[in-house]
């Protein structure tokens, strides 16, 4: 099992820059493709941007490409999602997601085992 805590997060105005960071702990050694998602209350939870096993490949929904940019750091084993031009439709909870199983960049929640508590990123108008 793998223990992931995200910091980061934070209000910011509309069009404003947040970097959210996720540390991951315990057996790192199994993790292999990581990703965030989002939540707002009364929603279900939206795939948001994952990254491959070493970095090589990354995958956004349609809804954050060209504002967001996944990244990790495997030697810190830390997570990260730069957002730029942030809108008030970005505010939810963010979580990032790890997985032991699945190599390769990809949006199902169903796939990752291992989640961290969240964030709160609060974008205002």
């Known amino acids: 099992q793998v223990q992931l805590v995200e910091s980061g997060g934070g209000l910011v105005q509309a069009g404003g820059s947040l970097r959210l960071s996720c540390a991951a702990s315990?057996?790192?050694?199994?993790?292999?493709?990581m990703g965030w998602f989002r939540q707002v209350p009364g929603k279900e939870r939206e795939f948001v941007a994952a990254?491959?096993?070493?970095?090589?490949?990354?995958n956004y929904a349609d809804s954050v490409k060209g504002r967001f940019t996944i990244s990790r750091d495997n030697a810190r084993n830390t997570l990260y999602l730069q957002m730029n031009s942030l809108k008030p439709e970005d505010t939810a909870v963010y979580s990032c997601a790890a997985t032991s199983t699945w190599k390769t960049a990809a949006g199902w929640a169903q796939i990752y085992d291992s989640w961290g508590q969240g964030t709160q990123v609060t974008v205002s108008s």
């Open positions: 315990g057996r790192t050694s199994s993790t292999n493709a």
């Open positions: 990254i491959s096993w070493n970095g090589g490949s990354t």
